[in-house]
């Protein structure tokens, strides 16, 4: 057996100690499939004296997480998170001292990940981040390697299980938005401050990584247009479910002629869809190639030894010299391709009006589709426990998105509207 | 750009045509992807002069197909098939040549993978053949090298398109075997000699193949215990429905303490499994790992744009460096590991008996079952339209195959039976 593949490891919380774990289980069946062995060498966290229920004292101990770029190791681990910082101070020295960069950090490569492909290519050493996109799910490399004799028509998900863990408790036992978000803080599924989880943008980083690798694009994660699901209620789950639908938090992007479009949004996934079956925080990404047709991965979006297992994976494809450029081509072969518009994006749509129970509002909603040439499919009203108020669900017929932005632009500020509409896009 | 990868292509059925249609359709995205240009240089099939939808007047064609291995090609592709003969004499010649390999023959594979893996890594040159299991599914790269970090327990799923189709169909319009399995065949879903596929034969192939990476054991095909879906018939799947599962043709590789266990038989899989909504010919492979936890891979199992797919994705790893010895470790350090009893395998069993309708049937099931030590969960007894016959279903709680085996030899010859009983596994 060859020289060891020597790994210096930035961040010892839940995942850090997940690929020591990983290492020290599976030590002798990871040193046969890489063709040699891999051992950290070295670690840095914020607390030398914390018990992490693994034994680190073996390691060298750097104070300073940017002195692992110096240290004798072949490659740095990342998981200190972050989209700047100690984790970009970190790449960038790394990168700049030639050794090899494993990240699961989403938010980073979201805000600078064509710089560090860079910084990898011009040093040939490998940049990899499986663990950033759907935790254990190896769908950076089913993209990269697995679809690459395809051209990619959309990838879209589950790629939030905060979210998904919300939506399906939501749907399971017929409860609100904000009770089911404190139960999951609790029991530590969900942040303190969940923003980032349940206002999409969390998945909108792992989005705009997929889309880069899928379309051969460079990274655009500013054009994500971002939505969440803190407005989504009980009552929306049950409309859903009555129509064949669940409601999930998709990204999606998709490519054709007028551009790269790429947007993370509730949506009402149909029950004959695989994605409607994922409950949980399980993660499921969906790829369309133009010879494969439909291909869905799906696993452990997150948790310590998912995770785990991906950065390790990339490790191995780095022992065994099985890494190429981080984006699946060199960042200068990657096509700037301008954003399609969002208007533009053509689907059918659900609405929820909460309304004055009074006469003439449904009139008056149906005028403002009418008058934005909206299609209505079906109509539902139904009055609800509140005093004088009723819901009103709208599923329309195939339109442009600006027309139903322009339905609902028509409604802002009518008396008869109590709060905002809720839009939900319809999976095809 | 640097030098084309130069390929030669052994079969021009539909799935040769397919790889010239991809790479021809796809060029350049696939350069950019791959880092160079992939070509095709020479041909070589049964007749020359057969219309295939694709212009191949600009290779060079070779009437000997064992020719193509000396031929100024860096890899050759086989799609002729068969385990023996001319894809065999090629192999042996290409590898032999010190030429890479790409092929999506199973049946080889499984007879021959040990040896033809030791011949490339001897010539150290690559050998793959994603497009062996599961077609246009990542699932070799997925296992090789997306779950390389774990000890994987079990590898599982749907691995032969025709009988999903036809068992689905069976599902969905309420018809019996040999209807559905004439109409697949009118279709050419299924073979005009459709025992290969039909009796598990296929899957087979295929899961020995899924077996050898996910362990990291010498490939053992002759240890693979087969059955079919020949005897299934359209009241199983009624029975099965009203129990809450789908039958399926699972092929189920395990490995535990006392060995690795390969079988492919029908099972009754619960409808909250991913499996239970697999349908058509779609394929599905779920593996479990000690970190990563269950994984799901689906997609197309079969057809030309699928499977050529995954052969332009193999040709796509060679083109970049990036493919390494093919069972993921050396053939030398695969473990010789013992196949375990089939008797010692536990799980809860679905029996189907016909039966005369008289006194004393029911008494001699319910012994026979009591006498080997198998315990009931639930017994339907059921008139059927056929003259003086009922149907029998039990479902028992988990008990070890030996002691099913067991009542099963006790009724043998049993004058109360009306032919074979059917024993389907249910999957936990």
Avoid at 363 to 381: K, N, P, Y
Wanted: glycine share 10%; charged share 20%.
């Amino acid at each position: 057996m060859t020289t060891a593949l020597r790994v210096a490891l930035a961040g010892l919380g839940t995942v850090g100690g997940g690929v020591i774990r990983v290492l020290e289980t599976n030590r002798e069946l990871i040193a046969r499939r890489a063709g040699r062995p891999i051992e950290i060498v070295a670690v840095s966290a914020r607390d030398r004296t914390k018990d992490r229920g693994v034994d680190v004292s073996g390691y060298e101990w750097l104070d300073d997480t940017t002195a692992l770029a110096r240290c004798d190791a072949d490659v740095v681990v990342e998981l200190v998170g972050g989209a700047d910082g100690p984790a970009l101070a970190l790449a960038r020295a790394t990168l700049g001292a030639g050794k090899g960069f494993v990240t699961a950090n989403k938010a980073m490569l979201a805000h600078h990940g064509a710089e560090l492909a860079e910084m990898a290519e011009a040093a040939r050493v490998p940049l990899k981040f499986e663990a950033a996109v759907a935790g254990g799910i190896p769908v950076i490399k089913g993209l990269r390697e697995g679809m690459a004799a395809n051209a990619v028509s959309r990838v879209y998900g589950i790629l939030n299980g905060t979210c998904n863990f919300i939506l399906s408790k939501m749907e399971s036992e017929g409860r609100d938005f904000g009770d089911v978000l404190a139960e999951a803080q609790a029991l530590g599924f969900a942040e303190s401050d969940p923003s980032f989880d349940i206002d999409g943008v969390d998945a909108a980083h792992k989005l705009s990584i997929l889309s880069t690798i899928a379309f051969g694009t460079r990274p655009a994660f500013a054009d994500v247009a971002i939505g969440g699901i803190r407005n989504v209620t009980a009552a929306d789950v049950a409309e859903a479910e009555a129509l064949g639908y669940r409601v999930r938090l998709v990204g999606m992007a998709q490519a054709d002629a007028s551009g790269v479009f790429q947007r993370v949004h509730a949506h009402l996934v149909p029950h004959a869809h695989p994605l409607a079956h994922v409950t949980g925080s399980t993660n499921a990404v969906v790829a369309e190639g133009n010879f494969v047709g439909r291909l869905l991965f799906q696993g452990a979006g997150a948790g310590d030894g998912p995770t785990a297992s991906a950065v390790v994976a990339d490790l191995i494809d780095i022992a065994r010299g099985e890494a190429g450029p981080p984006y699946a081509m060199p960042v200068a072969a990657l096509a700037e391709v301008a954003p399609a518009a969002a208007g533009a994006q053509r689907g059918r749509a659900y609405l929820r009006f909460a309304v004055a129970d009074r006469v003439g509002v449904l009139a008056e909603i149906a005028a403002a589709m009418r008058d934005a040439g909206v299609s209505i499919e079906s109509l539902i009203q139904r009055a609800v426990p509140v005093e004088g108020t009723a819901l009103v669900v709208i599923v329309t017929h195939e339109a442009p998105d600006a027309h139903i932005e322009a339905a609902l632009e028509r409604l802002r500020g009518s008396q008869s509207l109590a709060g905002e509409p809720l839009w939900m896009h319809i999976l095809d």
